[in-house]
């Protein structure tokens, strides 16, 4: 009974535990594997992320944790029962809510929304289409500025695309 205990305790001081200090910008690069929705028509695909994050946004009254913006390339995606192949770019903007800790863990919350370009649609894919997107992440600092990054990431951009995500990578802030 002890370790069940002792294990909720440390699981909850992950989780509100590091205060991971936002230095004013942020660059990350992931790399991700896409599954899409079999509506999709297209198959699991590798994607590249680079993304920039304003951290601690002021308004008057009003303040934003962090407002990121993202470009994400996926170079070669293959249509079901096929040979044909397309790419998608995507960019958008995500609000980041950070769940700060005294460990060097770190976990957010991150919601969105974005256009995808399709570069060789072929139904039910179109040549633009707009989506929303929410993840749960978490990063390790290893040092005030440096960090590993896991994403589990769910798009949305209507009731036959959807899309999970699972991403590896580095943010660098300065």
Known sequence: MKKVILAGFASLSCLFAADHNLLPNSYYLFVSHNSFSNASNVQSAYSFDIRFNQN?????????????????????VKYVNTNKETGFIKGGAN?????DNPSPFTMYLLGGVGLKYVNNPVDPQ????????????FEYNIRS?????????????????KEYSTSLGFRYSF
Do not use: M, R
Request: charged share 20%; no cysteine; aromatic share 16%.
């Open 126 to 137: 179109t040549l633009i289409d707009a989506y929303t997107n929410a993840a749960v992440g």
């Open 145 to 161: 500025d440096i960090a590993v990054v896991a994403e589990k990431k769910f798009t949305y951009e209507g009731a036959n695309k």
């Open 56 to 76: 601690d946004i002021q308004f008057a009254n009003f303040s934003i944790d962090t407002l990121q913006y993202v470009l994400e390339y996926t170079p070669s």
């Open 95 to 99: 609000l980041l809510w950070y769940l």
